[in-house]
């Protein structure tokens, strides 16, 4: 029986994974989350044997998930379960200790096969991103020149928490923030929040409203 630990923070899209992934009979959803900071402790108490992980979720996102869920358990297996299809992420989530990446465009039983291979300690893509994934780097963005760690601060700023919010959700000073965001305005030549929050949205790291 493969474990799965789902975490999106849709109720209803959960609800619907959890469904479908329990037609199955070796798969069973053991705990599912609607944030990284619940998902980090429900990790710790359940050990899943497969996380699910979708990326865009309110405060701290899915790659920072993954980069500590790997930092703690090193064994940590995830699979990223994602709208995204552009290079820029599928690299970041396997930099962050991602062993695949699904989008949620493909067919449900990609999923399914997703989390197989996962389990037996292979990589799987699902064919929209696997060309990304074949030794080639992503075509140059300007999000491409920041480390991940600035990613996850530029991420959060452009959701228009303020510095503090952010400090306190990635557990650093604000000092460091505040130098990260020096640094990410630089690298992004933003000199505004608003500006941020623009090239965040023209690179699909937010939804547009609407």
């Known amino acids: 029986m493969i474990r799965i630990f789902l975490v999106d923070d849709h109720a209803v899209v959960r609800s619907g994974y959890q469904r479908f992934l329990q037609r199955h009979h070796d798969l069973k959803v053991v705990a599912e989350a609607g944030n990284a900071d619940e998902a980090y402790v429900l990790y710790t108490q ?16 899915g790659l920072e998930l993954i980069r500590r869920l790997v930092e703690r358990h090193p064994g940590a297996r995830t699979l990223v379960f994602s709208m995204h299809d552009d290079p820029l992420f599928v690299t970041r989530a396997l930099q962050a200790g991602a062993c695949g990446y699904v989008t949620k465009g493909s067919e449900p039983d990609v999923l399914v096969a997703a989390v197989r291979a996962v389990h037996a300690g292979q990589r799987f893509f699902s064919a929209d991103v696997l060309p990304h994934v074949g030794g080639t780097s992503p075509a140059p963005t300007p999000l491409g020149e920041l480390s991940a760690k600035e990613f996850e601060v530029f991420r959060l700023l452009a959701q228009g928490l303020a510095s503090s919010d952010v400090a306190q959700s990635l557990h650093l000073s604000p000092k460091t923030v505040a130098n990260y965001k020096t640094q990410i305005k630089d690298k992004l030549g933003a000199t505004t929040t608003a500006k941020l929050v623009h090239i965040a949205w023209r690179h699909g790291v937010l939804a547009i409203p609407g």
């Open 46 to 61: 359940h050990l899943p044997d497969v996380a699910v992980v979708d990326l865009s979720m309110a405060g701290v996102g």
